[in-house]
């Protein structure tokens, strides 16, 4: 059977044979858009938490070592670039936990009285206890 | 005022010419009720015949016409000129993302198609009663846990969305999973177990990172993200389940 | 050229498609079942009803009730046969899907809901929310994948089907993918591509609509019946056609016209109040409103926009709680898709045309004359809508009908013989004709759409509401005009690759002949009956018209008509009057049933 476009068709293409185009999905797809470099950085907040946890661990041991230790820790943590980090961290932490709150209810739907809660709901009540036991803990702390 | 001509800058890519998708503009006049379809289709009526691009209901319920629409994946017949018209802003139209390109706007679903059958979509009662004994009795409670993943139109819209999609060519997906939970989670159906090894596997719900894309912009409000995690959750809950009572007891 | 066989080749894959693949496959699992659309299943028309879908079911209800509603709607021109199968077996199908997985709404106590519906005395319309249609077909799409012998060619259009021998043995289709084409033998095929809304300018029907399987039946010899008879829904958008469904009307809706009037009062229709009364004004009938819509174009008081004619439907008086209440669909649909909010704005609204009652004229079975080819659906007539359709009733219609011919052809094809090799010849002179015709043709000067936008005026003008001699001579003259520019098509769209411009020139020559069908059985039909009325010819006439009109092809591409008369068993002709004459009309009709 002829085909007509034979000698105009592009070099690659077989007529009847459909030639797809599979575009190339790039390694920096996540700066791409606004939706995903959010993803990356709600990913990436888990290290902020990792870094919390080491930082109270040496807290724990410094204090378990003496005042010297612990002293020393202080003036490790007051170093500015120290303060830094630390203020990053906790940016961080609080995207993470407001993120995480906002996810939660979409993969445990609370239903009551035959309907499904709205998520805003379901995710209320763990604000309300960040916010209650936050106030403890300064309270605790700062007396 | 609104300007009365907007400008479309379509991705043109026909295999028999070219190597590669190129783009393409056209001018089209602005009505109040006009879409972003309605501007495909005037310009395939009057100016160039050879655009060609899906497209059935015009009312958002066949799934046809997604297209990635300045670099959003939307519904064409729901997406109207005049809300980028009056920020001046030009219109990208493309094919949907993550999927390889027939021509022009049109997307090759085969892959789609089949992840969809891979999930057991039917209904897997225990047994198979007789019609003349009615039907299943379902409260509407009941019709309503599952009611949600069933309004899927399979516009494929979150498979363009999806990062994990668009890396990972196996990953099944967030339609086929969310419409396996709409029979999982349906009263009637004893299916689970056989959807199983489908869907909690690396391919399956294990592939998914929340990124979320997929509810954020599916039209139909399906909520394909919540069903992974709902799915998760049950998956490994039944995996610690395994180790008290042994499958089947 | 390439050639595949199957026993059973469903075209189209839609509501009854689907369904009648699934029957073929549960007679004999060892049949080769092939499914061949133009688009993906889920992507098929059944997906947009949103009503409902009707079946006896509650225990005040009863067959034979059903049954009267559905002929005395239809103007006594259904075949009370196929009714009574029908209402027979609807509660059946509906209770099939049920058990398939379909999300019928459901009582408290967990049984199915019914609801009422316009039309039906009784409640009786099954329902899934307000998208039964899009919960049918994706059951039925998804239960479909589990039987191995169905196959499905996914985007294939089908161009003609091959008769030999006093039989259908195949057809030749293109895979839109590729371009190629091929034949596909089967040997019996089921048509079930729906109906062809797209003939007309203002419709509720998707782009798919293009009427393909009735042109393809007409071409093979198979006759047309009542393609006269096109259902209009009073009020639709007029650019987008979307329907906005009688509950707003129901809800306090008012229709006005240019002067901010309830035009309605004048056509005999009761008087304006505040509130909605049934059967009055805006609950008034559906074709009564289209008519009305007619009168009032014809007095100059209809509003002009860039769409064509409307009137207004004004629910502003309703409020936004109310609104997105118990009309929260309305809303959306009309501010989603056209860019309109009715709790402030005004709704313009027209007729617009809804559905086929006429199609390819099958039997009880969906058998069609041709040995070999049936039909299901909307497409086909056999007839249990008569001579106008009763909501709700297109759904189980699928369904019933769909199993039927299901049944029927996995039975026939059990008992015959492979294909011809004859068939392989005309195959290859169809894919001259495509070639020759379309994509390395020369010279043509005619768009598509030019054409198209053509013939759906000269329907709208012709075979619209109301009809006359003149205009239908008009019609049939611009028709054969229409034909003749046909031929002269020139295509943009050279290329094999989803050529989409092909498919819908070959969309608008099958267009072309169904047209041509409805003008002539429109031209000869001298009477008035349910969705058909003739200025010239107002009444009923059961003397000489209480027939089907057949509809065959010539081949210069002009038609001739012959009648066949309805089958009556218990039901015999009433009155379809409306208010105090109504319940006198069935009166004496109920009496006749006992």
């Not at chain 2, 599916?218 to 049950?234: M, N, S």
């Amino acid at each position: 059977m002829m085909n007509e476009d034979a000698g105009k068709s592009a070099p690659g293409y077989t007529p009847f044979h459909p030639r797809w185009y599979r575009p190339h999905v790039s390694v920096y797809w996540w700066l791409g858009e606004w939706h995903y470099l959010k993803f990356i950085l709600r990913e990436l907040s888990s290290v902020a938490v990792a870094f919390f946890v080491i930082e109270t661990l040496f807290m724990l041991s410094a204090l378990h070592e003496g005042p010297e230790a612990y002293a020393h820790f202080q003036a490790v943590l007051r170093n500015p670039l120290v303060v830094l980090i630390n203020i990053i961290s906790f940016l961080f932490v609080v995207f993470h936990t407001i993120t995480w709150f906002n996810l939660a209810p979409s993969a445990m739907p609370v239903r009551m009285g035959g309907k499904k809660l709205p998520e805003a709901l379901v995710a209320a009540p763990s604000y309300v206890a960040w916010v209650v036991i936050s106030a403890i803990v300064c309270w605790i702390v700062l007396h | 005022m609104m300007a009365d001509k907007i400008t479309l800058e379509i991705a043109r890519y026909s295999p028999e010419h070219d190597q590669e998708p190129h783009f393409q503009s056209f001018e089209v006049p602005v009505h109040k009720e006009w879409v972003v379809l309605d501007a495909l289709n005037h310009i395939k009526d009057t100016v160039d015949g050879t655009l060609t691009y899906r497209w059935s209901c015009r009312m958002g319920i066949c799934g046809s016409c997604g297209m990635m629409v300045n670099g959003e994946p939307k519904l064409t017949c729901a997406t109207f000129l005049s809300s980028y018209a009056k920020n001046g802003e030009k219109i990208r139209v493309e094919p949907l993302r993550y999927f390889p390109i027939v021509r022009d706007l049109v997307t090759e679903l085969s892959d789609f198609l089949a992840k969809l059958k891979k999930v057991k979509p039917w209904l897997l009662p225990k047994d198979e009663p007789p019609l003349a004994q009615g039907e299943f009795l379902q409260t509407p409670e009941q019709v309503d846990r599952y009611k949600q993943f069933s309004m899927c139109i399979n516009c494929t819209l979150c498979y363009a969305a999806c990062p994990v999609v668009g890396l990972d060519p196996v990953f099944v997906g967030p339609a086929a999973i969310a419409l396996a939970q709409r029979y999982n989670m349906d009263s009637r159906d004893q299916g689970a177990g056989e959807r199983t090894a489908i869907l909690a596997h690396p391919d399956g719900v294990w592939g998914c990172t929340f990124v979320g894309e997929c509810t954020r912009v599916c039209p139909k409000h399906v909520d394909p993200a919540g069903a992974i995690q709902q799915y998760k959750i049950a998956a490994v809950l039944d995996w610690l389940k395994s180790f008290v009572a042994p499958r089947g007891a | 050229m390439e050639a595949s066989s199957h026993d059973v080749l469903m075209v189209g894959g839609g509501g009854a498609g689907l369904r009648a693949a699934i029957a073929a496959a549960e007679v004999n699992p060892k049949l080769s079942i092939a499914v061949i659309s133009k688009v993906y299943p889920m992507r098929s028309h059944t997906v947009s009803a949103e009503g409902g879908a009707a079946g006896v079911a509650k225990p005040d209800d009863s067959l034979d009730e059903h049954a009267y509603d559905t002929i005395s709607g239809g103007d006594w021109l259904s075949d009370q046969d196929a009714v009574e199968a029908f209402v027979r077996e609807a509660p059946q199908e509906l209770l099939q899907l049920e058990h398939w997985g379909c999300p019928w709404n459901r009582e408290p106590d967990g049984h199915i809901a019914v609801r009422a519906f316009g039309g039906m005395k009784k409640r009786r319309t099954w329902f899934a929310a307000d998208k039964t249609g899009f919960h049918m077909l994706h059951t039925l799409f998804q239960t479909s994948l589990k039987y191995q012998p169905i196959t499905r060619y996914d985007e294939w259009f089908v161009t003609r089907l091959l008769v030999d021998d006093g039989r259908v043995q195949g057809v030749v289709a293109i895979e839109l993918m590729s371009g190629k084409i091929q034949t596909i033998l089967a040997k019996a095929i089921i048509l079930c591509t729906g109906g062809c809304g797209r003939v007309f300018p203002f419709t509720t029907n998707a782009a798919i609509k293009s009427g393909d399987g009735m042109a393809l039946a007409y071409r093979a010899g198979s006759p047309l019946k009542d393609m006269e008879f096109v259902q209009y829904h009073p009020t639709g958008l007029p650019f987008t056609g979307i329907l906005i469904t009688e509950a707003a009307r129901a809800e306090g809706g008012y229709m006005l016209n240019k002067d901010g009037y309830r035009y309605l009062q004048d056509y005999n229709l009761g008087t304006p109040e505040p509130k909605p009364v049934l059967r009055c004004m805006e609950l008034g009938p559906r074709d009564r409103l289209s008519q009305a819509f007619i009168k009032e174009h014809e007095k100059g008081r209809t509003i002009e926009t860039p769409h064509g004619h409307v009137v207004h439907l004004d629910l502003r008086h309703l409020g936004e709680k109310l609104i997105n209440t118990r009309l929260p669909f309305v809303r959306e649909l009309c501010l989603k898709y056209q860019n309109i909010d009715p709790v402030t704005e005004l709704v313009p609204v027209r007729p617009v045309v809804h559905y086929m009652m006429g199609g390819v004229s099958t039997d009880i079975n969906g058998a069609t004359p041709l040995r070999g080819l049936l039909a299901a659906g909307e497409v086909a007539c056999v007839s249990i809508n008569g001579a106008n359709r009763l909501g709700s009733n297109s759904l189980p219609e699928c369904l019933v009908f769909g199993a039927r011919a299901g049944k029927t052809a996995a039975e026939y094809a059990s008992e015959q013989k492979p294909a011809s090799a004859a068939v392989l010849a005309q195959a290859l002179d169809e894919e001259k004709r495509l070639e020759a015709q379309y994509l390395h043709k020369v010279g043509g000067r005619e768009r598509v759409a030019t054409i198209r936008g053509e013939m759906q005026a000269t329907m709208e003008r012709s075979v619209g509401i109301y009809r006359d001699e003149p205009l239908l001579q008009e019609g049939t003259a611009k028709l054969r005009e229409l034909r003749e520019r046909y031929a002269d098509i020139n295509l943009d769209d050279r290329s094999r690759t989803f050529n989409t411009e092909l498919e819908s020139a070959l969309e608008l020559g099958f267009m072309l002949d169904v047209a041509e069908s409805m003008m002539q059985c429109a031209l000869h039909r001298t009477e008035s009956r349910g969705a058909h009325q003739r200025l010239d010819y107002p009444n009923r006439d059961d003397e000489r018209f209480l027939a089907h009109s057949l509809v065959y092809r010539n081949a210069d591409g002009t038609s001739r008509v012959e009648y066949m008369p309805v089958t009556i068993t218990r039901w015999p002709p009433g009155e379809r009057v409306y208010g105090q004459g109504k319940e006198h009309g069935e009166a004496v009709a109920a009496k006749r049933i006992r």
